[in-house]
Nanobody, 120 residues
Framework: QVQLVESGGGLVQAGGSLRLSCKAS????????MGWYRQAPGKQRELVAA???????NYADSVKGRFTISRDNAKNTVYLQMNSLKPEDTAVYFC??????????????WGQGTQVTVSS
C-alpha cells in the first residue's frame, strides 16, 4: 500500500505565505512526477505545479512567480511554497504522485487534500 500525507494548509491573509508538504510512504520502488492540484468550490480540479524526478517543473499561469514546487527524492516528499497569496488561491490542495510500486505497477496516487484559505 502507498500513502500520500499532506500538511501545511491553513488560513492566511492576502499577501501571506504558506508551505505545503506531501510525503509518500509504503511499497514504493520509485516516484516519477509529483504535483499539486487544487479544487475550489464549484470548480474542477486543476494543476497548480508539477515536478519530475529530474527536477523539471511546470506551473499554472495563475501561480507563476508566486509559487515554487520542490522535492526531496531521498524523503519521497514534495513541497509547495506559496507566496503573495490571493483570495482566489483558496481551495483544497491535493498532492499527486505517479509512482512505481514494489510489485512493478505504475499507479497514480492522491493525497487526502489540505484546505488553504486566503482572506482578503
Amino acid at each position: 500500500q502507498v500513502q500520500l500525507v499532506e500538511s501545511g494548509g491553513g488560513l492566511v491573509q492576502a499577501g501571506g505565505s504558506l508551505r505545503l508538504s506531501c510525503k509518500a510512504s509504503g511499497s514504493i520502488f520509485s516516484i516519477n512526477a509529483m504535483g499539486w492540484y487544487r479544487q475550489a468550490p464549484g470548480k474542477q480540479r486543476e494543476l497548480v505545479a508539477a515536478i519530475t524526478s529530474g527536477g523539471s517543473t511546470n506551473y499554472a499561469d495563475s501561480v507563476k512567480g508566486r509559487f515554487t514546487i520542490s522535492r526531496d527524492n531521498a524523503k519521497n516528499t514534495v513541497y509547495l511554497q506559496m507566496n503573495s497569496l490571493k483570495p482566489e488561491d483558496t481551495a483544497v490542495y491535493f498532492c499527486n504522485a505517479d509512482l512505481v510500486t514494489l510489485t512493478w505497477a505504475t499507479v497514480d496516487y492522491w493525497g487526502q487534500g489540505t484546505q488553504v484559505t486566503v482572506s482578503s
